[in-house]
């Protein structure tokens, strides 16, 4: 649809969700923006087309059609033959698209895994329209400069719109708070250590400080350092035994017989017995690990009044730390709720993501307890609690934490795996289909609070809003084959499963970047 006049699309026969919406209807962009949203049957272009013209001679003649007529749409919408283009969403869900607060691109150095244009690409096939990376690249990004030339970068490519997040400390050496010296929040809303977390707590607190005077939302990865370094060594124990026996750190079984076409060893139960063992006692640690640190970077948080966000929480007592930490600022300002004296985001300064891997799959047995991802996925109560905080609002958003890995680093035990394009299958699975979420509140939760959080007019069928949209067929079922994955990182642990919800095109601006 790109090149179409005057830049102007009227989306129709659609479905249109979004936090509020839930109604048929037709969406008219102009410019990169919603014009008008129109609710109402219009199955055909004849329709769309009346629908124009009628919106059109109300404008022009001071009459409001369908709502209020700002200044700008009476202005735009005096449209001529020929000026504008139609697009049948053919009865298609029409959403705003999805906003991602952490995703690893592997941009610069570590191309082998991920690049701005192959992360990017499978951002928009996913439905994503912006997205925020994080610093642990090769070399780390560690000035707002340097944030601000590869946002650019990204944004050349016409695709997902890129947020190049900053390193808490220069180059990660857990002392050095200068690399936020430089830092812009227009340009740079997020800074994190995102893949560890820093240790000292002072630095910590420092860096919250430096944030608190920009502006900034500081993405926590919660995690003591050396209690991560006492569970690696029960990993490395399973990995030995996995790498003998051919078995995938990405959860998928190993289906063979005594041996396969590749050669792979069967898994005898004793071996089996072995990894589980050794991943119960590495998981047990890192629920510690998360569970101590993110009450300190909560508290830390409180002490330097600063915007935090505590990434892929993945357990219950680590979600129940949130919702402490939210109620002690609710408290503290009661007069919140009249907008005085807490700011812009009075009602966002504490907020926290779930990831889809972590409300889908329990880490408990095989499968998937091996696959390998930081934090872990979790036991049964963990799960539920996770998607219950996203029920009552205690958690704030859903995010990928994409981490693309080849198969020979995911066979080294980096641990992560893709979920750009799988993101909105499992949580339209699981959270709509099996857990009786309403659609409007899966936008909420995958758009519109990920825009309030990181301040962008996206994430909403609204007028003036961004036109970054998403056409998703909700009940269709697809099986999954990482292979077929635009992201370099083939693994996901949602390997051929059946999933409810197909992304068949995400427009960016109002022009269409991904068609399935």
């Not at 300064?349 to 889809?356: A, H, Q």
């Not at 880490?363 to 390998?372: C, M």
Request: aromatic share 6%; hydrophobic share 40%; charged share 25%.
């Amino acid at each position: 649809m790109n090149g179409y006049k005057n830049n102007a699309l009227l989306i129709y026969n659609a479905h249109l969700v979004d936090e509020d919406l839930d109604t048929e209807g037709a969406v008219l962009v102009f410019d990169g923006k919603i014009l008008r949203v129109f609710k109402g049957r219009f199955p055909t272009k004849k329709d769309a087309e009346s629908l124009v013209k009628n919106a059109s001679i109300a404008a022009v003649s001071g009459k409001a059609a369908a709502g209020k007529t700002t200044s700008l749409s009476a202005a735009a919408l005096n449209f001529k033959d020929g000026d504008i283009s139609f697009y049948d969403a053919e009865g298609l869900t029409l959403m705003p698209a999805f906003i991602d607060m952490h995703v690893h691109l592997r941009y610069p150095g570590q191309t082998q895994k991920e690049d701005l244009h192959s992360g990017l690409k499978a951002a928009v096939a996913g439905g994503v329209g912006a997205l925020v990376a994080m610093a642990n690249t090769s070399p780390t990004v560690s000035s707002g400069k340097e944030a601000k030339k590869i946002s650019e970068e990204g944004n050349t490519l016409g695709l997902s719109n890129m947020f190049q997040a900053v390193s808490l400390t220069k180059d990660f050496n857990g002392k050095d708070t200068s690399s936020l010296d430089d830092v812009d929040s227009d340009f740079t809303p997020v800074v994190s250590e995102d893949g560890k977390d820093v240790w000292d707590s002072s630095v910590m607190f420092e860096a919250m400080k430096k944030a608190a005077e920009k502006n900034l939302i500081v993405s926590c990865h919660s995690e003591d350092p050396s209690l991560t370094a006492a569970a690696d060594l029960y990993r490395r124990e399973a990995l030995s035994v996995m790498r003998e026996y051919s078995i995938p750190a990405w959860g998928v079984e190993n289906l063979s017989g005594s041996e396969s076409a590749d050669g792979a060893k069967k898994l005898p139960p004793e071996a089996d017995a072995k990894i589980t063992r050794a991943l119960t006692k590495a998981n047990e640690i890192l629920a510690v690990s998360e569970d101590s640190y993110t009450e300190r970077n909560l508290l830390l948080s409180e002490l330097a009044h600063c915007r935090v966000h505590i990434a892929h929480v993945s357990t219950k007592k680590s979600m129940d730390a949130v919702r402490r930490a939210k109620e002690r600022f609710f408290a503290a300002n009661r007069d919140c709720e009249n907008g005085n004296g807490c700011g812009a985001f009075k009602n966002l300064r504490i907020s926290c993501e779930v990831t889809p891997h972590h409300l889908a799959l329990c880490g408990t047995f095989p499968p998937y307890i091996r696959a390998l991802v930081n934090p872990p996925l979790r036991n049964e109560e963990d799960r539920k609690a996770l998607i219950e905080a996203l029920r009552d609002g205690t958690a704030d958003v859903i995010s990928t934490d994409h981490a693309p890995h080849t198969f020979e680093d995911k066979a080294r035990s980096s641990p992560g795996f893709s979920g750009l394009e799988t993101s909105y299958a499992v949580c339209n699975t699981v959270l709509v289909r099996q857990n009786g979420f309403t659609a409007s509140r899966l936008s909420r939760l995958m758009s519109a609070q990920p825009a309030r959080i990181l301040n962008l007019k996206k994430g909403r069928l609204l007028e003036s809003f961004d036109a970054d949209l998403v056409l998703a067929s909700p009940s269709e079922k697809w099986r999954v084959t990482g292979e077929n994955f635009f992201s370099k990182g083939k693994a996901t642990p949602f390997e051929g499963k059946e999933l409810f919800g197909r992304v068949h095109a995400t427009f960016i601006g109002g022009k269409q970047v991904f068609k399935l």
